[in-house]
């Protein structure tokens, strides 16, 4: 970055960029690219090709914002992060109604009391689906339920 770019402001360049000044876009995107690149680290499992594509939608995502949305009061730093926030939240729970809820009303046993006696065949099965459920869940996720169900 050359040292005249530095002196303009985040909401000078803002305005540069909605006149049509495109490098005025990159220097703002160099000036926050490490912060951009920690936050997707951070929601990410350290897979390189992920994070590489999540920037890639970020910066799409930041140009196509930026031309309407931002009000220029110099915070432009924090609506960034925002918004950088808000989009990976959002790819992340796009991500999540994939996944099949976990039925905790498995581990009810109303629907199988006989003489408040459950079969132990019943009882095996149901272990047995929540065991599958829980397989099937993100690592740290799959770890607080079994904290919670077997380990108290």
């Known amino acids: 970055m050359e040292d005249n770019e ?4 985040d909401d000078k360049l803002v305005s540069m960029f909605r006149n049509g000044d495109s490098h005025a876009f990159e220097i703002l995107l160099s000036r926050y690219d490490e912060c951009i690149m920690r ?4 929601s990410t499992i350290n897979n390189n090709d992920s994070v590489e594509d999540l920037y890639q939608e970020i910066v799409t995502h930041l140009y196509e914002k930026l031309k309407c949305v931002y009000k220029a009061n110099g915070h432009f730093g924090a609506w960034l992060n925002c918004v950088v926030g808000n989009f990976l939240c959002s790819v992340y729970r796009k991500k999540h109604q994939d996944c099949l809820p976990l039925k905790l009303d ?12 459950i079969s132990a065949e019943r009882r095996e099965r149901k272990f047995e689906d929540l065991k599958e459920a ?9 770890r607080l ?3 919670k169900i077997w380990e108290g």
């Open 6 to 9: 530095r002196i303009f402001p």
């Open 39 to 42: 936050a997707i680290r951070k």
């Open 106 to 117: 498995i581990l009810k046993d109303d629907d199988c009391l006989v003489d408040n006696y």
């Open 134 to 142: 829980v397989e099937g869940l993100s690592e740290e996720l799959g």
């Open 145 to 147: 339920v079994k904290m």
